[in-house]
């Protein structure tokens, strides 16, 4: 059932935003020097140009505490009044305590509640939509949603496949509660399938190798013969992601009654450039609609869409009363959309 029959005890306020990425930032050409690849391999494939990578020592809760700690004070709001914060990622900093619980200590925000999410890719969306729930049910009023990741530390350097895909930074949203009732979420759902897991995975050992894994074949899709190291069947991955971006977009529409004409602007995932054209040609939203920053982060996982957001409001795109749809797919597999009245 759509929340939209769901009477709303209060409004969601999209408050604040805030955006962290590591110093170095590296180029195709300089991936070059590391992996048999090419700036004229890279761009036109996945729409990138540089990323931002971490060096030793940074920790993804440190990314985390940069960009919430922006935006609180974009949201002017003080730590001490959050009430709950949720970090999506799916590098933690160690599996316990949470990410979540680091940040919530690092920004001077102890006792507030916190969790992490782990939905890959999808986190972000996960975690908007986790967050919005948490204030219209009217229990907390300041909550703060993350999405960070250092995908440079789970990728296999030695892998062109992987490596040259992926960049490190976070995202944050902070939202609080709104006297205008027609304010925030219009409409959200996440899907999984983990019987396709294996597109997208991170095995531990052999054990965790899907059953048509030959261990000793390292050139096979999905396959790149380091454990603890993030492992893709890319165009599944691609068939996948478009066709769950275009279900994801259509079935918010459906669910709100809303055309492409009313959408301001739908926020993507930053998963490829050729993924998010290809479903856009079959959506058929204006070019305009769509924003598109991988060129210069690279897929940053569960931060992309906090980064677009920030650019966003930063270029002073997004309006008070603007409808937007957030979308976003990853390992899990995950899927999942938000769509919103800012
Ligand atoms: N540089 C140079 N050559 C490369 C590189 C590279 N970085 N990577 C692969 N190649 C080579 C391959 O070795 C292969 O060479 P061969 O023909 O000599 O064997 C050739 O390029 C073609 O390789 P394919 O894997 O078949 O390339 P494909 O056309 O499928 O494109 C790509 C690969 C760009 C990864 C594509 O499958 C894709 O876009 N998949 C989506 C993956 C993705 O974006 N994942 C992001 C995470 S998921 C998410 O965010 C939802």
Redesign the pocket.
């Known amino acids: 059932m759509s929340l939209r029959h769901v009477a709303k005890p209060v409004g969601v306020r999209l408050a604040g935003v805030g955006m962290a990425v590591p110093p170095r930032c590296a180029t195709n050409d300089d991936?070059s020097k590391i992996?048999?690849?090419?700036d004229e391999?890279?761009r036109p494939?996945?729409g990138i140009k540089q990323r931002h990578l971490s060096d030793e020592g940074l920790k993804t809760s440190d990314l985390a505490a940069q960009a919430v700690t922006m935006a609180l004070e974009d949201a002017g709001i003080s730590p001490n009044d959050l009430d709950l914060l949720f970090c999506a990622t799916m590098t933690p900093d160690m599996v316990c305590p949470a990410t979540a619980c680091q940040v919530v200590a690092k920004i001077g925000a102890v006792p507030c509640g916190a969790m992490d999410i782990n939905m890959?890719?999808?986190g972000f969306v996960g975690a908007l939509n986790m967050a919005s729930n948490a204030i219209a049910s009217g229990m907390y009023k300041n909550v703060a949603v993350i999405g960070a990741d250092q995908l440079s530390t789970i990728v296999n350097w030695e892998d062109?496949?992987?490596?040259?895909?992926?960049g490190d930074a976070a995202g944050a949203a902070v939202l609080t509660a709104s006297d205008n009732a027609n304010q925030g979420c219009l409409y959200q759902r996440i899907w999984s399938d983990a019987s396709k897991a294996d597109a997208?995975y991170i095995p531990r050992d052999e054990k965790d190798l899907p059953a048509n894994i030959d261990a000793t074949n390292t050139?096979e899709?999905g396959w790149n013969g380091q454990y603890d190291k993030l492992q893709?069947d890319?165009?599944t991955?691609?068939k996948?992601?478009v066709n769950?971006l275009k279900s994801c977009v259509q079935t918010a529409l459906q669910e709100t009654g809303l055309t492409p004409d009313d959408i301001a602007m739908v926020i993507p995932?930053?998963?490829?450039i050729?993924?998010l054209q290809t479903a856009w040609k079959k959506l058929g939203f204006d070019d305009d609609k769509i924003y598109i920053n991988i060129d210069r982060f690279g897929?940053t996982?569960a931060a992309?869409i906090g980064l677009c957001l920030y650019e966003l409001k930063q270029q002073k795109r997004l309006h008070e009363g603007d409808k937007v749809i957030f979308v976003?797919?990853?390992?899990g597999l995950t899927w999942g959309v938000s769509a919103w009245e800012l």
């Open positions: 991936l992996v048999d690849t090419s391999w890279i494939r996945t890959a890719c999808t062109r496949r992987t490596c040259v895909l992926f997208l050139d899709p893709m890319g165009r991955v691609f996948f992601a769950a995932h930053q998963s490829n050729r993924m897929n996982s992309s976003a797919q990853g390992g």
